[in-house]
């Protein structure tokens, strides 16, 4: 075998070693929020960090709109489930008539972030709220992904 080939060898398990720890150490430093939920119709509000979206934010850094849906609402719902649980990235955590919560984990580094669903049946909308566990910023993730959501759910039957 070529010596680069051998030192590329070496440098991918190097990295190997180093990566599967890095990972576990992730999911242990980031227990999950014991402040998640509805109190009183609303999802908690986002921290000043820039790692959170919601439909019930009013600043523009936080801010994203709900998801409309007509019809009854636990057939909304049921679309929303199959959604998520299509998603590997998912992680089904809690599910009542009202409220959803899921665990999201990114691909490679599997850090959580937090995605909870409550429904207005009244006004026919899906609040929702994801926030990441750690760190300060999240270069769009959790946006990124709620938008995924709203798209698949308006374009599924």
């Known amino acids: 075998m070529p010596k680069f080939v051998k030192i590329i060898v070496v440098f991918i398990v190097a990295g190997l070693i180093a990566f599967l720890p890095l990972r576990?150490?992730?999911?242990?430093?980031?227990?999950?929020?014991?402040?998640?939920?509805?109190?009183?119709?609303?999802?908690?509000?986002c921290p000043e960090s820039p790692n959170c979206v919601s439909t019930q934010a009013t600043d523009e850094l936080h801010a994203i709109e709900p998801i409309a849906y007509d019809g009854a609402t636990a057939a909304a719902q049921q679309k929303l489930l199959a959604i998520l649980q299509a998603d590997p990235s998912y992680t089904l955590i809690s599910n009542s008539p009202t409220y959803i919560h899921a665990e999201a984990r990114t691909a490679v580094w599997q850090f959580v972030d937090d995605v909870e669903f409550t429904f207005d049946e009244a006004a026919g909308l899906i609040h929702f709220r994801s926030a990441s566990r750690l760190g300060y910023g999240d270069a769009g993730a959790n946006r990124q992904r709620l938008e995924a959501v709203r798209a698949a759910f308006q374009t599924a039957r």
């Open 24 to 45: 576990w150490l992730i999911a242990q430093v980031s227990p999950k929020p014991d402040n998640l939920g509805v109190a009183n119709g609303r999802l908690q509000p």
